[in-house]
């Protein structure tokens, strides 16, 4: 284990090194990747040198999520603290399904849970817990929802037509979960949004009026701390007084931006928060955690101990349910994603968490300030959002955001909105400084001008 765990150490300096050398990785054309990177899996097995050189190799040409120049998904960076806490999972491969196999790491869980309820205005007896990714906890949410409505599911199935509502710019898992859920993604209704992307009370109101009409069952509403393409906050309060009305179950999507809980300045953008039953939020996005950290809280803790326990003798044999967490998880083994958040919460505090939230507020507006200031640019995005939308000289975004992955320039994305193309930057990478933002642009600038002008892409 030793020798592997110095193969380990060399490789991470490898990488470290090539982050720095190389920040966007050359891109392998899927049709040549297994006659350039020896992928193969044979009978014999290959000495250290041979794996350790073949394992560099990879790393070299996969994408570095933790450069400078990655500004392509809602997430980013890397953070010392936090990374050390993964590793050390790893380490000690716990399954967080009974206290009996996970002891301590159990306790990491519900100081998390606890302090997120708290942090989001809960009730102190409501209840949490981790998953996979923010689809598996819009999934949750929409479990419980189900089930909150019409119990009878669980053992009979669908009796009636359910119906679920969202924005027309929320998450696609919202759909998916439809889906898979039973409830048929025919059953979703899509609400209308604003012009920043913020869904409309009003019409979510007509659409509820008109399936009881119709004799259907709503049961659901999603709204979204931060849309995935503008980064949009959906008006909790207004929202909230239309699922009141209905006696209807109230998720608050924030995978993306429900972290803002954790900053005095813009906590104000989920108001409200307080009134929906369940919340989840992704610390492996604004707050920076390695993949994946979802977190889902809920004030019906009794709802999330019903809608996903099922006794097993084989498994659950100490210990009560509070600590045996496998009788609320969607999972049966689940490893621990906790540890990771906790050594970074731990090692910089509340306050601490605070400042990586509000440093991405700030290299936003840093860069639609640049924006703004340069004629060439058109912006789409607005204040208090960590998306950035824009356009440069007309360049179609896609064949713009395409040429720089392909080229080793950028790793920026696309985005569309009321058929709209743009180009997506987000702040939420936790190394970028003001420079880096500074350096997205002109290297944009300087490879349309020696590239994309040139060739009077248009």
Request: glycine share 6%; charged share 20%; hydrophobic share 35%.
């Amino acid at each position: 284990m030793q020798k592997d765990l110095q193969i380990f150490s060399n490789l991470c300096d490898f990488l470290i090194e090539e982050e720095q050398k190389n920040p966007v990785a050359e891109s392998i054309p899927t049709l040549e990747l297994f006659q350039q990177l020896d992928l193969s899996l044979n009978n014999d097995g290959v000495i250290d040198e041979t794996l350790t050189e073949t394992l560099k190799s990879i790393i070299k040409h996969t994408p570095k999520t933790a450069s400078k120049s990655f500004f392509n998904q809602l997430f980013g960076g890397r953070i010392g603290k936090a990374t050390l806490g993964d590793l050390l999972a790893v380490m000690l491969n716990n399954s967080m399904y009974t206290y009996k196999v996970a002891g301590p790491q159990v306790g990491i869980e519900k100081e998390i849970i606890d302090n997120i309820i708290k942090l989001s205005s809960y009730p102190k007896n409501s209840g949490g817990t981790l998953a996979a990714g923010g689809s598996m906890t819009n999934f949750k949410a929409l479990l419980m929802a189900r089930d909150f409505k019409s119990p009878e599911v669980r053992s009979e199935g669908m009796q009636q037509k359910m119906t679920l509502y969202t924005s027309d710019a929320s998450h696609y898992s919202i759909a998916k979960n439809a889906m898979f859920s039973g409830v048929g993604k025919n059953n979703v209704r899509k609400v209308k949004t604003n012009e920043f992307g913020e869904m409309n009370a009003e019409h979510l109101n007509q659409l509820i009026e008109e399936d009881i009409k119709a004799g259907h069952k709503p049961f659901f509403v999603n709204a979204t701390a931060g849309t995935t393409v503008l980064g949009a906050f959906d008006d909790i309060l207004s929202i909230s007084k239309v699922t009141k009305k209905y006696n209807l179950w109230l998720h608050v999507d924030g995978a993306y931006c429900g972290s803002v809980i954790f900053s005095e300045r813009y906590k104000h953008l989920v108001n409200g928060l307080e009134h929906s039953d369940s919340f989840s939020l992704n610390a492996h996005k604004m707050l920076g955690t390695p993949l994946g950290c979802s977190i889902i809280i809920t004030k019906h803790k009794e709802q999330l101990h019903h809608s996903f326990s099922n006794e097993a003798d084989y498994l659950y044999q100490t210990d009560g349910d509070d600590f045996n967490l496998g009788k609320i998880s969607l999972q049966c083994g689940r490893r621990n994603d906790a540890l990771k958040l906790w050594t970074l919460w731990k090692s910089v505090g509340t306050n601490g968490l605070e400042k990586i939230i509000d440093h991405q507020f700030e290299l936003a507006q840093f860069a639609r300030d640049y924006i703004s200031n340069h004629p060439d640019y058109t912006l789409y995005s607005f204040d208090e959002s960590i998306s950035i939308c824009f356009n440069y000289k007309d360049i179609p975004a896609n064949i713009l955001c395409t040429s720089l992955y392909e080229d080793a320039k950028l790793m920026v994305g696309f985005g569309n909105f009321r058929n709209t193309e743009f180009v997506r930057m987000v702040t939420i990478n936790t190394v970028l400084e003001k420079e880096d933002i500074i350096n997205f642009f002109e290297t944009i600038e300087a490879y349309v001008a020696d590239n994309l002008l040139k060739n009077k892409v248009s």
